[in-house]
């Protein structure tokens, strides 16, 4: 073990501010950073400048690929590839670049902690989360293995982990993405650093996680200074004092939360917020107008009218229906096996030319329900039907001829691609299984054809997806899943491996597909803006069960089950006014195992209302208005409808 | 973890039975006997011998003699060597193949281990290059190539080593055989220990070991080493087991007694029971090691604890 040294070099601040009152943290002036490729220097960052002070959080907003991270690493020694770094990064007045790594060595967890991306991958698989917390406390404080094991406990405590002396003795992998989110603030919190250094800490989390860990960190900002790299105007409003746009490795622009956010001077910045001059919100926030009117919605122009279709009225022949389908999973638990509900009691009809929209956290069966509309999970109860016609009876070539009229986008547009075909063969491969008829020219026409249609140039037809961007990878997906045609579209999570600007993309490109042709859409997504846009009717997910089915603006608007109005409440608006308040609002805890699901109600163990009836019965599935259904023993939207009437 | 090895244990059996059943129909039902030859027997000597040894009797029945056997640890007398049983036979290599096999084995990891570490930390250098080159033609070149070749340098030229031969207790006639055995061995190691850290190196998690400051040695000991030996470990679970039942060419050059040459022996020689000695001894050792692999990779990685479970 290391030898003991003081916690924090004492280090003289600069005397003018010192006396101003503002102590400046970090200051970085004229950083760039160029990595070396096989044709000499590429450029990453450029003359980046910004200082964070202590008791704000500075927010850092940019693209993929804008060089916000690089920046932070090369400011801390962390590039992964050799690179040549220049400018001045001081920390309380003493320069980091240069520093050997020995030095910054007592710096890094020390005096700056530092939290990633992705929870999954950022704490060590084989250690205990006790030990990693106690690591550095050990390294940088001298601490000894009691009293560090002590601390860690109090840290872990403090990022209000539930139980929190059982998961000292757990590995990562037991943990769920927030809870791991939680240990890895605490680790960075551990010396009490001065600055905190948060990438993108919430964008691999759901919103009902994000809102909280969001909320955690809003307590940990007073008295250190925060840096925050995020892609997400939401997540600055509700935690950052300044803003800074970064694009292509350069500061664009720069300024207090309030004023980037209402008033940005940049085009790019109003692109990055979702607001193009022509579409700029038109009610003031905090009007009471209720959450649709403070989201950035985009309608498509002419948005075709909400389907006959519904519960209520179904049609003669839905294009998709599922009844009472349930879907189950073995899992071993240590000695026994157990069966996993993924899904129970789905009814759900999708018309000719609708929109369906599924939401609900991670885990709550959304991608199983894609998996098992197309019947690619045999359902263990209830019944599967396309145009009417049950999957499970059709012979082997009937089924794979129905198969055709439903196609699916994945979520990851990378690895759903074969990585070793063209993007011409990609496309095409549908057309040579459904329509062997048609000769390689006839192919090519038709390949062409729809790569126009989903904004793709044909130059792109010899590519490879590892040589296409992100979202042109999802286009590919969407060309291929359209070129036969198909009238259901199954969505599952299409926009989340996308940039904000890629996904509104992506998202307008589906909206006019289906218009164009009539598809009916079942769109997953765990973003409920872009479910809002795009959907005529919205069914919210939770633990395999229904819990709500509305249409999308009346959801929205007044949501009736509990549940829904948590998981809206959580969405991070890019409004400074109103977001810290409505994250300070945010109640929803961790949700239970699915392997051990509450007595009664499912929902009952995370709702603000519920009851001892709750724990007795399972809420019925109800209508709670026309075209709406719920089930909650607690219905308060039945009566606000009631009242409006 | 126990609990799991003792199932996997108890698994072992049916994989063995299974085996035993095979290769004993399978080495019977090859064209020719132990007792053809070149000069065919007389047939009264010929069917006392199958008498003897039970061959005139039905397939099946010799099975169940051969399992009936087996039940009280007898593998049967060897049909060629008639002087001996199996079991004396495999009691007198194996201690050979054995200190042979683990020497070779702790000589390739002892040295296979550090220079793909090495390899790894100086991606690109030349140390990289020079462990890569060493690799690839330790492993290009065949043992009956670098056995001779080295036999001849330190045996013949430079005289500080014998040339072949063994005697027990004698560690200078283990070198040579064992630096033969090693070879492409500690190769597939250094490569396999290289890519192994490389991936770890650039994984989130030593980048976020890194960003709290704990040091390149603590970092690379505690949260990088053990992830980036479990290609190594897969790799020798198999491996092992065939370097310490013997090599054959190994074996041959240096002229040792060990186990290697019983298998390709016996089988030319249709002496089916040595066969089928040194296939369920091989058997045998193949398994555990792949268990012991498997338990090393579930102490290694906590995450496949649960899928085993």
Request: proline share 7%; with cysteine.
């Amino acid at each position: 073990m290391s030898s003991i040294r003081p916690p924090v070099e004492p280090v003289a601040l600069p005397a003018s501010r010192a006396a101003a009152g503002a102590a400046t943290v970090l200051a970085v002036e004229d950083l760039s950073v160029a990595f070396r490729g096989a044709e000499g220097l590429a450029p990453a960052v450029e003359g980046l400048s910004f200082t964070v002070q202590r008791g704000e959080c500075l927010g850092i907003v940019g693209e993929s690929g804008a060089g916000k991270t690089q920046a932070f690493l090369a400011a801390l020694g962390l590039l992964a590839s050799p690179a040549h770094v220049t400018g001045r990064v001081r920390l309380d007045g003493q320069e980091l670049l240069g520093l050997p790594e020995r030095a910054l060595d007592r710096i890094r967890g020390a005096r700056v902690g530092l939290v990633f991306q992705d929870p999954m991958a950022s704490l060590t698989p084989h250690l205990r989360i006790g030990d990693q917390l106690a690591e550095p406390l050990r390294r940088h404080l001298g601490m000894g293995a009691r009293e560090a094991r002590g601390r860690a406990l109090q840290l872990l405590e403090r990022v209000r982990l539930a139980d929190a002396a059982r998961r000292m003795r757990q590995y990562p992998h037991e943990l769920s993405g927030g809870m791991r989110q939680r240990v890895m603030i605490a680790i960075a919190l551990a010396c009490d650093p001065q600055l905190l250094i948060l990438d993108e800490p919430t964008s691999a989390l759901d919103v009902t996680l994000q809102a909280q860990i969001l909320n955690l960190l809003a307590e940990f900002k007073r008295e250190r200074g925060v840096a925050l790299i995020t892609h997400d105007f939401g997540v600055v409003a509700g935690l950052a004092d300044q803003v800074a746009v970064m694009r292509a490795g350069r500061l664009i622009e720069q300024g207090s939360t309030a004023e980037v956010l209402k008033a940005p001077r940049e085009p790019y910045t109003r692109q990055l917020l979702g607001r193009d001059d022509s579409r700029q919100a038109a009610s003031p926030p905090g009007s009471g107008a209720g959450l649709g009117a403070l989201l950035p919605v985009t309608l498509p122009a002419s948005r075709p009218r909400v389907s006959e279709c519904s519960p209520a009225h179904p049609c003669p022949t839905p294009r998709l229906a599922l009844s009472g389908v349930g879907v189950s999973f073995p899992v071993a638990r240590g000695w026994r096996r157990q069966a996993l509900r993924a899904l129970d009691g789905i009814d759900l009809t999708l018309g000719a030319g609708e929109a369906l929209g599924v939401v609900g956290e991670s885990g709550c069966g959304k991608s199983t329900l894609t998996r098992a509309a197309l019947y690619l999970i045999r359902p263990a109860a209830g019944e599967v039907l396309w145009m009417g016609r049950s999957p499970a009876d059709l012979p082997g070539g009937e089924l794979r001829r129905l198969r055709r009229e439903l196609q699916i986008v994945f979520q990851d547009p990378l690895a759903s691609l074969d990585p070793h075909l063209t993007v011409q063969r990609l496309v095409a491969e549908p057309l040579e299984i459904h329509r062997p008829q048609l000769d390689a020219s006839g192919r090519l026409e038709e390949v062409c054809g729809m790569l126009e249609r989903v904004g793709l140039d044909r130059s792109l037809l010899t590519r490879r997806p590892h040589e296409l961007s992100g979202g042109q990878c999802q286009r590919v997906g969407i060309a291929r899943a359209m070129i036969l045609k198909p009238r259901v579209l199954v969505c599952d999570e299409p926009l989340s491996a996308l940039d904000a600007p890629t996904r509104a993309q992506v998202l307008a490109l589906l909206a006019e597909l289906r218009r164009e042709q009539g598809t009916s859409l079942l769109f997953v997504s765990h973003d409920l803006s872009s479910v809002q846009r795009l959907c005529d009717r919205v069914l919210v997910l939770y633990l395999g069960r229904m819990a709500e089915l509305a249409p999308a603006q009346a959801l929205f608007a007044a949501p009736h089950h509990p549940y829904t109005r948590e998981l809206l409440a959580a969405i991070a608006v890019a409004d400074p006014d109103i977001q810290p308040a409505r994250l300070a609002q945010v109640r929803l805890g961790e949700p239970p195992s699915p392997l051990e699901l509450p007595q009664g109600c499912a929902f009952r163990t995370r709702c603000p209302q519920a009851s001892s009836l709750c724990a007795e019965r399972a809420p019925a599935w109800e209508q709670t208005a026309e075209d709406r259904w719920a089930a909650c023993h607690h219905l308060r939207g039945r009566a606000d409808d009631m009242l409006l009437k | 973890m126990l609990g799991y090895a003792a199932r996997r244990i108890a698994g072992i059996v049916p994989v063995l039975l299974i085996l035993i059943t095979v290769s004993f129909f399978v080495v019977r039902l090859a064209p020719g006997g132990p007792f053809d030859q070149a000069r065919p027997l007389p047939p009264r000597t010929r069917a006392e011998l199958e008498q003897l040894y039970g061959l005139n009797r039905p397939l099946i029945v010799q099975y169940w003699h051969y399992l009936q056997g087996l039940a009280h640890g007898d593998l049967g007398p060897s049909f060629k060597m008639h002087d001996d049983t199996v079991a004396g036979l495999i009691a007198q290599g194996l201690p050979v193949s054995l200190t042979l096999g683990s020497s070779a084995l702790a000589l390739a990891l002892l040295i296979g281990v550090p220079l793909g570490l090495w390899a790894a930390l100086g991606r690109g250098g030349a140390l990289d290059h020079a462990v890569c080159a060493f690799a690839a033609v330790s492993l290009a070149l065949p043992s009956f190539v670098t056995g001779p070749f080295l036999a001849l340098a330190f045996g013949l030229w430079l005289h500080w080593l014998p040339v072949a031969g063994w005697q027990a207790g004698e560690p200078r006639y283990l070198i040579l055989p064992a630096v033969t055995l090693a070879l492409p061995v500690c190769a597939s190691v250094a490569r396999l220990m290289r890519g192994g850290m490389l991936d770890v190196i650039e994984a989130s998690f030593v980048r976020s070991a890194r960003a709290r400051g704990l040091g390149r040695w603590r970092v690379l000991r505690h949260h990088a080493l053990r992830p980036a030996l479990v290609p190594v470990v897969s790799y020798l679970g198999p491996a092992v087991a065939s370097l310490v039942t013997g090599s054959l060419v190994v074996e041959t050059v240096f002229e040792l007694p060990g186990t290697g040459r019983y298998l390709v022996q016996g089988a030319l020689n249709r002496d089916y029971t040595l066969v089928m000695g040194m296939v369920l001894l091989y058997g045998t050792l193949t398994l555990l090691c792949n268990l012991a692999a498997d338990l090393i990779h579930a102490w290694l990685d906590p995450r496949v604890r649960g899928e085993h479970a």
